[in-house]
C-alpha cells in the first residue's frame, strides 16, 4: 500500500523568504503525487500535481514541486512567500492508472508566514 | 455556482443521537468521496461512490452509513453519535474515467458531539 510523509509538521518563515516543505512516499508501483493547500475553515483546494512527463511541476499561487523518483520525494517550494500563504499544506499520493482508488494524504504541514 | 457543497456547514448534537450530512456536486464527475479530517488535521478515506456504487469502504463503524441517490449526490448518515465522532466531514468528487486523482473538495462540515 502506498502512503506519504511530511517530514515537518509546522514551518514558521518571515514575509519574502523562501520556503520547502518536504514530502516522501513509499509505493512499489508508478504514482501520481499532489500537493493541496487549506486555509481556515475552508475545504481542500489543488496547488499542483505530477501525473507523468517533466519532473519540475509548476502550479497555483508561484508554487512549484520536483518530483524524484530516486528519493521518492516531491517536495514543495516557493521562492518568496506572501503572509497570504500562511495555511496548512497536503501532500497526497495515489495510484497510476488505476480507477477507483483514492487519494491518501499526509499529516499535513503548517505553513506560517509573518512580517 | 458551488462545485461541491455540504449541508450544514456546522452540526452540534448530543451523544446518542443521529444525524446527516448531505452532499452535492454539479461538476459532473461519477464518482464522490467522503473524507473525515480529526483535530489533528489527518484526513482520512472514508467511503467512496462511483455511479451509485460503493467502491471503497474504509474500516469505519458501521454506525455511519453512506447513501447515494444518484451519481452527483452523497449523503452521510450517522447512527448513536459517540464523542470521537466530532471532526470535519469533508465530500470531494472526481472524474474517475480521467483518472487523474484530482478531487474537487467541499468547505467540510463541522460536527460537534457533546
Known amino acids: 500500500a502506498q502512503s506519504v510523509t511530511q517530514l515537518d509538521s509546522q514551518v514558521p518563515v518571515f514575509e519574502e523568504a523562501p520556503v520547502e516543505l518536504r514530502c516522501n512516499y513509499s509505493?512499489?508501483?508508478?504514482?501520481?503525487l499532489f500537493w493541496y493547500v487549506q486555509y481556515p475553515n475552508q475545504g481542500l483546494q489543488l496547488l499542483l500535481k505530477?501525473?507523468?512527463?517533466?519532473?519540475l511541476v509548476k502550479g497555483i499561487n508561484g508554487f512549484e514541486a520536483e518530483f524524484n523518483k530516486s528519493q521518492t520525494s516531491f517536495h514543495l517550494r516557493k521562492p518568496s512567500v506572501h503572509i497570504s500563504d500562511t495555511a496548512e499544506y497536503f501532500c497526497?499520493?495515489?495510484?497510476?492508472?488505476?480507477?477507483?482508488?483514492?487519494?491518501?494524504f499526509g499529516k499535513g504541514t503548517t505553513l506560517s508566514v509573518s512580517s | 455556482d458551488t462545485a461541491v457543497s455540504q449541508t450544514p456547514k456546522y452540526l452540534v448534537t448530543q451523544m446518542g443521537n443521529d444525524k446527516s450530512i448531505k452532499c452535492e456536486q454539479n461538476?459532473?464527475?461519477?464518482?464522490m468521496y467522503w473524507y473525515k479530517q480529526d483535530s489533528k488535521k489527518f484526513l482520512k478515506i472514508m467511503f467512496s461512490?462511483?455511479?451509485?456504487?460503493?467502491?471503497i469502504n474504509e474500516t469505519v463503524p458501521n454506525r455511519f452509513s453512506p447513501k447515494s441517490p444518484d451519481k452527483a449526490h452523497l449523503n452521510l448518515h450517522i447512527n448513536s453519535l459517540e464523542l470521537g465522532d466530532s471532526a470535519v466531514y469533508f465530500c470531494?468528487?472526481?472524474?474517475?474515467?480521467?483518472?487523474?486523482?484530482?478531487?474537487?473538495f467541499g468547505e467540510g462540515s463541522r460536527l460537534t458531539v457533546l
Open positions: 470531494a468528487s472526481s472524474n474517475l474515467a480521467g483518472v487523474t486523482g484530482e478531487l474537487f
Open positions: 509505493s512499489s508501483v508508478s504514482v501520481y
Open positions: 505530477y501525473l507523468s512527463g517533466s519532473t
Open positions: 497526497a499520493v495515489t495510484l497510476a492508472n488505476q480507477a477507483g482508488t483514492a487519494l491518501i
Open positions: 461538476l459532473g464527475h461519477d464518482t
Open positions: 461512490y462511483n455511479n451509485k456504487e460503493l467502491i
